[in-house]
């Protein structure tokens, strides 16, 4: 039997997910690293009933990577409006909740239900425990937990975790040293891309590894995040946080998107990234500059495109 290439790919939210759905339609061998630092809505809620990881992010990878029946998914992700108690909470949450319960162990809840769901590649939480994220703000101010700090709307300075020594899942270690080819992002940076990396142990894992190692720049900045951000000031954020030769590629959307979306965009307080390559390149980092967009209701990755890129470099 062929041994099909490692990759591991770190993040959270919707663009990590809109990533593995192109992936998974290529012959590689994925795992999905996701943070365990969301504090909000039903997450948040069954993170403090439960004293369980947030199970969010790993919901949506799941559901990402699951050979099932497309009603079968639209049931993991639905999401109950009304019902006491239930309410706000989706389907996919509650069956995670389950598992940590009935086995006592978030990765093994996540293996069990990744079987029942026929999930293509293996999904780890990034710690076995909850993180809490903070932010120090260019104003000295701080504010506690990761669905906060977006609503203070402050140039953020730094973030960190809570407990900073917050020992990493071994597995996902061991899939780091593994790999074939490390891919970072994209998602929202200081919120799902650096809790990642925060937690002791990952960035060192994937300094220490010799594969390509590749930054998917997130094409619309995000408002109370990275406002104004180019793509050069992605990156610098991240080599402010856990230091250089963390990266080697950068893919960066270098599309005009029209302006229809743009306005959409505008009135959230975000805009596009903007592929500024001569700053790029003082970065040392080699950089893919690609129409790599597709557009929807809003404007996403094209997960074809970027898994072809990831392709092209597995084969270098």
Do not use: W
């Not at 079987?115 to 120090?136: C, D, E, F, T, Y």
């Not at 074939?180 to 990952?202: A, C, E, H």
Request: glycine content about 8%.
């Amino acid at each position: 039997m062929e041994n099909k290439p490692k990759v591991v790919v770190l993040g959270g939210g919707t663009g990590l997910s809109v990533l593995l759905r192109g992936l998974k339609q290529y012959p590689v061998d994925i795992t999905a690293i996701v943070t365990v630092a969301d504090d909000g809505g039903s997450s948040g809620r069954l993170r403090l009933d439960y004293d369980m990881p947030p199970p969010g992010d790993v919901r949506n990878v799941i559901a990402a990577l699951s050979e099932v029946e497309p009603l079968v998914e639209r049931m993991f992700q639905h999401r109950f409006t009304t019902g006491n108690g239930l309410s706000g909470h989706s389907l996919g949450n509650l069956l995670l909740a389950a598992m940590h319960d009935i086995t006592g162990d978030f990765l093994t809840g996540i293996r069990e239900l990744s079987r029942v769901l026929n999930v293509r590649g293996q999904v780890l939480p990034a710690a076995k425990k909850s993180v809490m994220l903070s932010a120090i703000f260019e104003d000295g101010s701080i504010v506690q937990g990761e669905s906060k700090i977006p609503l203070e709307n402050k140039k953020i300075d730094r973030v960190f975790l809570t407990p900073a020594d917050m020992e990493p899942l071994r597995e996902s270690v061991k899939a780091i040293q593994a790999a074939d080819l490390i891919v970072i992002g994209p998602g929202s940076l200081y919120t799902s891309i650096l809790p990642n990396l925060l937690v002791k142990g990952i960035a060192d894992a994937i300094k220490a590894a010799d594969v390509p190692r590749v930054y998917i720049c997130n094409v619309m900045t995000q408002s109370g995040e990275t406002n104004g951000y180019s793509a050069a000031d992605h990156i610098q954020a991240i080599i402010d946080h856990v230091g250089i030769d963390i990266l080697d590629i950068a893919i960066v959307n270098n599309e005009s998107i029209p302006e229809e979306f743009l306005e959409l965009y505008r009135e959230e307080g975000a805009e596009q990234v903007l592929c500024d390559t001569e700053n790029l390149g003082r970065l040392g980092i080699r950089v893919i500059c690609d129409n790599i967009i597709q557009y929807g209701t809003l404007v996403r990755h094209d997960s074809k495109r970027v898994s072809d890129l990831m392709m092209s470099l597995l084969q270098k």
